[in-house]
C-alpha cells in the first residue's frame, strides 16, 4: 500500500441490478490499473462496491458510480471510508 491509498465502501441503490452495472463498471475500472476491490449485488436494487487504491483512481471510480452506465438509475449513493487492506486484489465482480 502507498501513503497516498484511501478506500470506501459504497452502496448505489436504484436500477443497478439486472442491467449490467457491475460489469460496466469492471470494464471502467480496468482503465484505474491500480484500484483495487470488488462490486457485487446486494439485493434487489443494491450493488455494494468495495473500492480502494490511490486518491487519483478512487475520485474516478466513485464519479463513475454516481452515473453509472446509460441504462442504470442511480436513486441514492452512500460512500463511507473503509479500512485499508492488504487483502484486496485487483477490482473484480463478486457473485
Same mark, same amino acid.
Given at each position: 500500500?502507498?501513503?497516498?491509498?484511501?478506500?470506501?465502501?459504497?452502496?448505489?441503490?436504484?436500477?443497478?441490478?439486472?442491467?449490467?452495472?457491475?460489469?460496466?463498471?469492471? $470494464? %471502467? =475500472? /480496468?482503465?484505474?490499473?491500480?484500484?483495487?476491490?470488488?462490486?457485487?449485488?446486494?439485493?434487489?436494487?443494491?450493488?455494494?462496491? *468495495?473500492?480502494?487504491?490511490?486518491?487519483?483512481?478512487?475520485?474516478?471510480?466513485?464519479?463513475?458510480?454516481?452515473?453509472?452506465? $446509460? %441504462? =442504470? /438509475?442511480?436513486?441514492?449513493?452512500?460512500?463511507?471510508?473503509?479500512?485499508?487492506?492488504?487483502?484486496?486484489?485487483?477490482?473484480? *465482480?463478486?457473485?
Amino acid at each position: 500500500m502507498s501513503e497516498n491509498e484511501t478506500a470506501y465502501h459504497v452502496i448505489v441503490e436504484g436500477r443497478v441490478t439486472g442491467v449490467g452495472f457491475r460489469w460496466s463498471a469492471l $470494464s %471502467y =475500472a /480496468r482503465n484505474l490499473p491500480e484500484l483495487k476491490g470488488y462490486i457485487r449485488n446486494a439485493s434487489y436494487e443494491k450493488v455494494e462496491v *468495495v473500492i480502494q487504491g490511490p486518491e487519483t483512481q478512487v475520485k474516478l471510480m466513485l464519479d463513475w458510480l454516481r452515473h453509472g452506465p $446509460s %441504462y =442504470a /438509475r442511480i436513486d441514492d449513493i452512500k460512500v463511507n471510508p473503509y479500512p485499508l487492506s492488504e487483502n484486496l486484489d485487483a477490482f473484480t *465482480v463478486k457473485a
